[in-house]
């Protein structure tokens, strides 16, 4: 049986690692992105869909299902960030960008996925940062954000469990992302306890290969703990 993964953030290049990968294990994966460029060259169904717009999000993941009779996961890559030099007014405009990208995405994807993933017994995935738990008053509102993110997710996880099924709410926890494009663009930088896209890519992967008991409500570190 083919699995049914949706990607949400799938343009960037985290999104565009997952979906690589998980086309190689023969997903089929529906990507979403606000913006159509980003989607080009996709190996998945892809769509233009603003996260932002509950009834835009459930209309997507509607589709997925009515087309696809499942939803085995979500994988949920919706990201941004801002940081300043203290803790400032300018904190609230940070949070005011922030809060509807890292959090309000999250909440109506989550919302719209949740009875599929019930039934399938599948996935619902998110990556947060290291320093939701350690904020810094220069990255309030960025840390807040993913704190608010993951809060969410584990109740989430809860919903799931009183469901007394096999689906898992899982957060996967990284320094920071690193992808080629860095790389190249700083040869010389160690990027110290960064997470590459190709390695988040194969932990996402094989979330489906795990029991749910290890998974649910579970925060998984990819980066060495604080």
């Known amino acids: 049986m083919t699995r049914v993964i949706a990607v949400a953030g799938a343009g960037g290049p985290a999104g565009r690692a997952v979906v690589r990968r998980l086309a190689a294990d023969g997903v089929l994966v529906a990507a979403a992105d606000a913006d159509p460029t980003r989607l080009d060259g996709l190996e998945a169904e892809a769509s233009v869909v603003d996260l932002l717009d509950p009834d835009a999000t459930r209309s997507w993941i509607d589709d997925v299902v009515a087309v696809h009779g499942r939803l085995d996961g979500v994988v949920h890559l919706v990201g941004g960030w801002r940081g300043g030099k203290g803790l400032t007014a300018e904190a609230l405009d940070h949070w005011a960008v922030l809060e509807p990208l890292l959090v309000r995405t999250l909440q109506h994807t989550s919302l719209a996925a949740q009875e599929a993933l019930v039934e399938s017994g599948g996935r619902f995935v998110v990556v947060s940062a290291a ?7 220069g990255n309030a509102s960025y840390a807040a954000a993913k704190a608010a993110a993951e809060a969410w997710t584990l109740a989430l996880g809860h919903a799931f469990a009183r469901a007394d099924g096999d689906a898992a709410a899982t957060i996967l ?12 663009a700083r040869p010389d930088a160690a990027f110290a306890g960064f997470t590459h896209v190709d390695d988040l890519a194969e932990t996402i992967a094989g979330l489906w290969d795990r029991p749910s008991a290890e998974l649910n409500g579970e925060r998984l570190w990819l980066t060495p703990r604080p």
């Open 173 to 184: 926890v990284v320094k920071a992302l690193l992808d080629d494009a860095m790389r190249a």
């Open 131 to 137: 320093g939701a738990g350690q904020p810094t008053a």
